[in-house]
Nanobody, 123 residues
């Protein structure tokens, strides 16, 4: 059983940067692909970014490509999401998720989820 705890969310202004962290415990972190999803009120959960187990491959949702960067530190069992050039439409609860050896952009493929961290971007 893998436990995921996100941190780093907050209230920022448009154009600001923010870095989210997700600390994992209870499993072999380096065998999991790690992803970030987000969900705004009244909307479906949206794929943001994914990084494979080794960190050698990443993929991003179209709405964040070029602004967000996902990375991981397997020694610290932590995945990060560096967000730059934040926009009001980035406002959402951000969730990290783990998929064994995966790398999917689909929520249904993920086995473990964190509780989420709120990011609010004011205009």
């Amino acid at each position: 059983q893998v436990q995921l705890v996100e941190s780093g969310g907050g209230l920022v202004q448009a154009g600001d940067s923010l870095r989210l962290s997700c600390a994992a415990s209870g499993g072999s972190f380096s065998t999991y692909a790690m992803a970030w999803f987000r969900q705004a009120p009244g909307k479906e959960r949206e794929f943001v970014a994914v990084i494979n187990w080794s960190g050698g491959s990443t993929s991003y949702g179209d709405s964040v490509k070029g602004r967000f960067t996902i990375s991981r530190d397997n020694a610290k069992s932590t995945v990060f999401l560096q967000m730059m050039g934040l926009k009001p439409e980035d406002t959402a609860v951000y969730y990290c998720a783990a998929e064994k050896y995966g790398g999917s952009s689909k929520t249904q493929h993920y086995d473990y989820w964190g509780q989420g961290t709120q990011v609010t971007v004011s205009s």
